[in-house]
């Protein structure tokens, strides 16, 4: 199976998860390092025996630039009638990313 896009310098991809409806249609998700080596969530599908190239997909607006995203957990009741669970990692909130860009205070005398 090929992922979509280019892979990275050190590639890494893994499927954890695959549902079929049939002898020859399923759908299988997982993980890949994109080129700049972060996780990112994929799903390829086999239609009449065929594998399709895997497609990252899109992650919720509020993911760090690094998701870590993952496909977990598949489930299909029929071809093209599937649900998907999984993970990825949130941007940290706001005051997180001002308290780590702030200096850290010095010690008197330092």
């Known amino acids: 199976m ?8 050190n590639p890494f ?6 549902s079929c409806t049939g002898t ?5 998700g997982g993980t890949y390092n994109d080129t700049s080596e972060f996780g990112q969530a994929m799903i390829a599908t086999d239609s009449h025996g065929t594998w399709a190239r ?10 760090f630039t690094n998701p870590n ?10 071809p093209g009638s599937c649900v998907a669970v999984g ?3 949130p941007s940290p909130p706001a005051s997180a990313r001002e308290a780590s860009s702030r200096p850290s205070p010095q010690e008197p005398g330092a």
């Open 87 to 89: 993970s990825y990692e």
């Open 54 to 63: 895997a497609r990252e997909l899109q992650m919720p607006s509020d993911a």
């Open 24 to 28: 020859r249609s399923c759908v299988a």
């Open 13 to 18: 991809a893994g499927l954890f998860a695959v």
């Open 2 to 9: 090929t992922v979509g896009g280019t892979g990275a310098p």
């Open 69 to 78: 995203g993952s496909v977990d957990s598949l489930a299909c009741t029929g």
